[in-house]
């Protein structure tokens, strides 16, 4: 090949550079969906993401705790849906990253809770109480105080004289049985009252539950993330646990407000460690371009959810439909439809489920720390939450959804270009959309300065983090309508040579471009 002269390089440099701007506007100045693309938005079915859910939020997953069984069943099952959508394996297990781990679980049959009272004694058994108490503890007390939680002056004039080393009995009520619009209100004032009663050195705070005579015992256990271990356990925490019965809640009855006489013995054993395995699922589908192939769009989803609760005797399942479940559904039927697509995106999309996002984003922070492709060319975190309601406490959600963190990036302009050509309406929610940033998986990519945001159609749906969260709930035909604009702006940032990237103008961003440029230096 001849050699170009000096003047016919210049040219050709400012061509290939015009060509460039005018790729990396069309990706985000798109007027219509090419035909490729379209016929893979045709395969996303309404009916497909009501086969996956169905399964994913049935009463055979058990709520899909971590870990458990149902966690597990979910996992292969997502596992075998990459495998059917060609997705290549790249866990190191398969499809599996597998974090090994340990659980401290109490010993239910080394528990005792005893009351004594006006020469009556009743013995409480472990299947009576509801707790979260982190080590071994032991109260005798001779006096118990009983308060009225919800009268507002009790305990601004309550004093240490009164409760100090003695058992407080009271009736704090279940926040997650009340309206989730109420949720943060109601937890803070829990909080603050426990705050004020170990501040004034009560021993023991007993809660009295009318509703139900079945508790959860310890809970499912507290995770031990051995490279952290102890990090997130308080270094001093009242002890206090709910109690479901009918003759305590009688002997309660008769106590009088202040001061009583009586015996409470409580003996809870110190936790017992045992290993387990939590597994992030990933398959990648690798890009079609030499020059871009080498950096990568995550796509996630939790597909954890709270496990069961005996106490809600009626439905003690908490099956997480639409938490996360519509979110799960929603990756694996992404991962289908543009694994159809020829040619392939130019970047590369790694489809991902993480663990233990209820317990503190713990999958998705794992993997932060165990890149399974590096950070530095990790281009975007697309994390999806809450896909599947469309009714909410603010109205409607039909062809509508939001953005978590709507412009800290500058990827929000290409979520309202794909809202556009998809019929979806983009929006920013005044006070959600900032407030929520932090409350998903996406905040562990943007620590590390990926560009992070989490879609869902609306903030806050009925059923958030109760039992009647079910799959049949759950509005498929505009879930699939979600899952076209996410094929749209998936397509869109993998098509475009320019990475997305922060908003220096956006002052909540500032820490997140910060790590970015921390990475890239």
Request: hydrophobic share 40%; with cysteine; glycine share 8%.
């Amino acid at each position: 090949m001849p050699r170009l002269s000096q003047t016919k390089r210049q040219v050709l440099a400012v061509c290939l550079a015009l060509l460039f701007v005018l790729r990396t506007q069309l990706s985000v100045s798109l007027d219509r969906i090419p035909a490729q693309l379209q016929s893979v938005l045709d395969t996303i079915s309404a009916n497909s993401l009501r086969g996956h859910l169905s399964f994913i939020a049935s009463d055979l997953l058990e709520g899909r705790n971590s870990p458990s069984r149902g966690l597990d069943i979910a996992a292969e099952y997502i596992a075998s849906q990459f495998r059917r959508a060609g997705l290549e394996p790249v866990g190191g297990d398969g499809y599996f990253q597998t974090a090994h781990w340990r659980v401290a679980e109490q010993d239910p049959r080394a528990f005792r809770l005893q009351l004594g009272f006006k020469g009556r004694t009743l013995d409480v058994g472990p299947q009576q109480v509801s707790f979260r108490i982190l080590t071994g503890v032991e109260v005798s007390s001779s006096e118990v105080f009983k308060i009225a939680y919800e009268d507002p002056t009790a305990l601004s004039t309550l004093a240490a004289a009164q409760v100090e080393k003695r058992v407080v009995v009271t009736e704090i009520p279940d926040f997650q049985r009340e309206d989730v619009s109420r949720w943060e209100e109601l937890a803070g004032r829990q909080q603050a009252f426990l705050k004020k009663l170990m501040e004034l050195k009560a021993a023991l705070v007993i809660s009295l539950d009318r509703q139900s005579q079945t508790g959860s015992g310890a809970g499912n256990g507290r995770l031990i993330d051995p490279e952290i271990r102890g990090a997130s356990i308080a270094s001093a925490t009242l002890p206090w646990l709910r109690v479901h019965s009918t003759d305590a809640v009688k002997i309660y009855d008769a106590l009088q407000l202040g001061l009583n006489p009586g015996t409470v013995l409580l003996s809870v054993p110190a936790p017992v460690e045992r290993p387990v395995k939590l597994r992030n699922v990933a398959g990648l589908l690798r890009g079609s371009d030499p020059a871009l192939q080498d950096s990568y769009i995550l796509v996630t989803a939790h597909y954890d959810h709270i496990g069961t609760d005996p106490s809600r005797e009626a439905d003690p399942i908490f099956n997480g439909a639409n938490d996360d479940g519509s979110g799960t559904a929603s990756v694996i039927e992404l991962a289908s439809a543009l694994s159809r697509l020829n040619p392939r995106p130019k970047r590369s999309l790694v489809f991902m489920t993480v663990f233990a996002e209820e317990k503190g984003l713990l999958g998705s922070r794992y993997y932060a720390r165990h890149p399974l492709f590096p950070l530095e060319k990790t281009v975007a975190n697309i994390n999806l939450e809450v896909l599947g309601r469309t009714d909410g406490p603010e109205g409607g959600h039909k062809n509508k959804a939001g953005l978590t963190g709507f412009e800290y990036s500058n990827l929000g302009e290409v979520f309202v270009k794909a809202g556009q050509l998809s019929g979806v309406e983009l929006y920013r929610h005044p006070t959600f959309s900032d407030a929520f940033y932090s409350r998903s998986d996406n905040l562990a990519f943007a620590e590390k300065g990926v560009v992070a945001h989490s879609l869902c159609s609306g903030f806050l749906f009925p059923d958030l983090h109760a039992p009647q969260d079910h799959w049949d709930k759950i509005d498929y035909p505009n879930l699939a309508k979600l899952n076209r604009l996410m094929t749209i702006a998936l397509w869109m940032i993998a098509e475009n040579s320019v990475a997305p990237s922060w908003n220096a103008a956006a002052p909540k961003a500032a820490p997140y471009l910060k790590a970015w440029q921390e990475r890239h230096k």
